[in-house]
């Protein structure tokens, strides 16, 4: 599938089969990530792997929903703002790093006929409890990863010329 045929039919999938993603199709998306532009190259972020059969319970307390933990793999992006690139006014750019590397996540998922869905109306407590995050660690964004059990559902965008500017405002 080419790019645009991957960004144009991606969507967020909210029921996944239980078969599981082999490793050489997971370390495809990982490396996506991995190889995601970031600030001066810094790489900010990290992404943990977790296999949620048995920790679904404990799972769900970070975002509750049964489609949350249904996929056979959950990623989640967390950042390290130590080691991210600082603009001159003092921005971090830990965030804006790890929001890319989630694009190129979960383009390369869809990519390979995988389902995902950006998480980021989860619960930070919680997910800093689960995963054991240290205080200089912040979660950001969160996916299932597997193999879509529903069809697509048609999502509407905005034109074009909604959206983009030229030369000035």
């Not at 769900?60 to 959950?74: C, V």
């Not at 995963?131 to 965008?157: E, M, Q, S, W, Y």
Request: overall charge negative.
């Amino acid at each position: 599938m080419d790019v645009m045929e991957t960004i144009a039919t991606r969507y967020s999938v909210r029921a996944y089969k239980p078969d599981p993603v082999d490793d050489e199709t997971l370390q495809r998306v990982l490396e996506a990530a991995r190889l995601a532009p970031t600030a001066a190259n810094h790489q900010p972020f990290r992404i943990i792997v977790i296999h949620t059969k048995g920790r679904e319970e404990e799972l769900e307390r970070i975002y509750p929903a049964s489609w949350f933990t249904q996929a056979p793999l959950l990623l989640a992006v967390v950042t390290v703002p130590g080691e991210a690139w600082r603009r001159v006014d003092g921005k971090l750019y830990d965030e804006v790093d790890a929001t890319i590397a989630m694009d190129h996540l979960i383009l390369s998922a869809a990519s390979q006929n995988l389902g995902t869905c950006w998480i980021a109306a989860f619960r930070p407590d919680e997910a800093r409890k689960v995963l054991g995050l240290p205080n200089d660690v912040n979660p950001i964004a969160f996916t299932p990863l597997g193999h879509p059990d529903a069809a697509p559902i048609a999502t509407r965008r905005r034109p074009l010329d909604e959206l983009v500017k030229y030369e000035r405002w």
